[in-house]
């Protein structure tokens, strides 16, 4: 195993931490074009793993017939953070699909975000499993398992159809054998798998190539899974976070998960991107993925400011004031 620093940040001029990580950008004919570290090692999807989860209610008429609008279809793909547009359009999702919330696995929980987070406190509301990070997921889920008629009980089982599914999809887009892809549980309760990162990084390079794609059902779905996130990005995270400055660019299908996990996607390069953040931060992404855009000769300046504006490359205090800098090794 490789695992080089990609990430220093500097207190004063001092040394103050360093971040190991694994990076794969990939071409148009799934040729590797940059790589640091092992691109065969194993990773966990986590979330990034949500917009191939997606995929089995994308295959069916669960929008058409339920007359989702694509802000809810998005919920399938979201890692929500509880704020007031989250929660009226998982409300309404819910209510649609006609699903009862207890039906979702997924802990109780309060809104993420600060604010509806206090909020939610400061009015003596309980946690509720709505209000999950996954919570959108687990209602497409559900949706998908009420059109195909299998049972709502087990869903989070890996035996369970709807996961043998998900993960056929995961060995098809990733073209890795099923009998190789580890798989264990992720913190909403539901199956994640591992793959090496390079086949990672071949997944997501499929929604901006779909035609690479033989089942066209697949590619249809999953061209239409792209295509609501980046018609909602503060659906699928929220303002002031990398996976919604970056789908504001409708040239890039982008989704993270816990433990430092990145993927993204470009369009009209046809290019493809995973990487993995060792040490699990994910505070370094905007970073790091802004220094990979500019290696790229990204021509869209506009996105890579915006992620530079969540996390410049100067460290400052709690006063405002310059203390550190950060520096990107590519």
Same mark, same amino acid.
């Given at each position: 195993m490789s695992h080089p620093i990609v990430v220093e940040e500097y207190r004063g001029k001092s040394l103050e931490n360093t971040h190991q990580g694994i990076i794969c950008v990939l071409n148009e004919n799934k040729e590797v074009i940059y790589e640091k570290g092992?691109?065969?090692?194993?990773v966990f999807y986590r979330s990034a793993m949500k917009p191939l989860q997606a995929i089995p209610a994308f295959t069916t008429d669960v929008i058409e017939k339920y007359k989702l609008t694509t802000e809810e279809a998005a919920l399938f793909t979201a890692s929500q953070r509880g704020e007031t547009y989250h929660q009226e359009a998982l409300e309404s999702l819910m209510k649609k699909l006609d699903l009862a919330e207890d039906l979702l696995v997924c802990n109780p929980s309060y809104p993420l975000n600060e604010e509806p987070k206090n909020n939610y406190?400061?009015?003596?509301?309980?946690?509720?499993?709505?209000?999950?990070?996954?919570?959108?997921?687990?209602?497409?889920? @559900?949706?998908?398992? %009420? !059109? +195909?008629?299998?049972?709502?009980?087990g869903y989070e089982e890996l035996d369970h159809p709807l996961q043998q599914e998900i993960l056929q999809y995961v060995a098809e887009l990733s073209e890795t054998p099923k009998e190789e892809i580890q798989t264990?549980?992720?913190?909403?309760?539901?199956?994640?798998?591992?793959?090496?990162?390079?086949?990672?990084?071949?997944?997501?390079?499929?929604?901006?190539?779909?035609?690479?794609?033989?089942?066209k059902q697949t590619a249809e779905a999953v061209r239409k899974v792209g295509d609501v996130m980046n018609a909602h990005p503060e659906i699928v995270a929220s303002h002031d976070f990398i996976c919604t400055a970056l789908l504001e660019d409708p040239?890039?299908?982008?989704?993270?998960?816990?433990?430092?996990?990145?993927? @993204?996607?470009?369009? %009209? !390069? +046809?290019?493809?991107i995973a990487l993995k953040v060792l040490s699990g931060s994910?505070?370094?992404?905007?970073?790091?993925?802004?220094e990979l855009l500019k290696k790229i000769?990204?021509?869209?300046?506009?996105?890579?400011?915006?992620?530079?504006?969540?996390?410049?490359?100067?460290?400052?205090?709690?006063?405002g004031k310059l203390v550190g800098e950060t520096k990107v090794i590519l």
């Open positions: 092992d691109i065969n090692d194993y406190i400061w009015e003596h509301k309980p946690k509720r499993r709505l209000l999950h990070n996954c919570s959108g997921k687990h209602l497409g889920f @559900l949706g998908y398992i %009420k !059109e +195909k008629g299998y049972s709502f009980t264990a549980i992720d913190g909403c309760g539901v199956p994640v798998h591992a793959i090496p990162l390079q086949n990672m990084a071949l997944s997501f390079l499929k929604f901006v190539k779909p035609e690479l794609i033989e089942n040239n890039i299908i982008a989704k993270g998960g816990a433990q430092g996990v990145y993927c @993204l996607s470009l369009r %009209k !390069e +046809k290019i493809s994910e505070l370094v992404w905007p970073v790091l993925v802004a000769n990204y021509s869209n300046e506009e996105t890579i400011e915006r992620l530079l504006n969540i996390r410049s490359m100067e460290i400052m205090n709690d006063n």
